[in-house]
């Protein structure tokens, strides 16, 4: 239980820290990427590569914005690291994707890419070279943000309250704080399921019999 009390305190507390004018940034610089149909491809390594999935269909499916992430094609990812290397993998896959300045790269990642502790270089290099391509750069990232969080025109720190957590918060509130994004009255194109259905109407009341987890029986002998 301490453990737990512990977690969810600091939780609560990074919260209250997260920098509010850097989420408002994120906002007007994604409305502007719409505004002129512009692309939004996600970066990230390990535990973020999974975030930078989920994130593409969020933006794609609630605010109409153009997404793509290369971690959803293990082939090509894998192709590209075993013939060109670790470390251009997302700049050569993001130069065959043609970014333009009307895209932008968003990184999610716990360090931001450090190229001289040897941490993240391709998300170092892929920030290099959106800047090259004068594409919009913005990151959700922990610690002190790293090379992104340097380079970016937009940038959300999770504070790191404790250096015993930094990754897991860094990674669990990224989609916080993408959520917050996606769910935005200025960006919101497609209303989600569930709220959706709220708005139709009230859902059917549970009765007493799935209350008491009769449930399977009732199926069971409505089938028979």
Request: aromatic share 8%; glycine share 8%.
């Amino acid at each position: 239980m301490k453990y737990v009390e512990k977690y969810l305190k600091g939780a609560c507390k990074v919260l209250e820290r997260i920098d509010r004018v850097q989420v408002v940034r994120l906002v007007e610089i994604l409305k502007a990427i719409k505004k002129r149909n512009g692309r939004l491809f996600f970066l990230g390594v390990g535990g973020s590569a999974a975030n930078a999935s989920h994130a593409v269909n969020d933006f794609r499916k609630i605010c109409g914005i153009e997404a793509y992430t290369p971690v959803d094609n293990v082939a090509e990812l894998s192709a590209r690291i075993n013939d060109d290397g670790w470390e251009s993998v997302f700049t050569n896959w993001l130069r065959q994707s043609r970014l333009c300045a009307d895209d932008g790269i968003f990184i999610l990642s716990v360090g931001g890419g450090n190229e001289e502790k040897n941490i993240s270089t391709n998300l170092v290099w892929a920030v290099h070279y959106a800047m090259e391509m004068n594409a919009k750069v913005l990151g959700i990232v922990g610690r002190d943000g790293g090379y992104t969080a340097l380079c970016a025109d937009a940038c959300v720190i999770i504070p790191p309250i404790d250096q015993e957590m930094i990754t897991p918060y860094t990674e669990a509130f990224q989609g916080v704080i993408w959520h917050l994004l996606v769910t935005h009255p200025e960006l919101k194109a497609n209303e989600m399921k569930w709220e959706s259905q709220n708005k139709k109407g009230k859902p059917h009341a549970v009765g007493p019999e799935m209350r008491n987890g009769n449930h399977r029986h009732q199926v069971a002998k409505h089938h028979s």
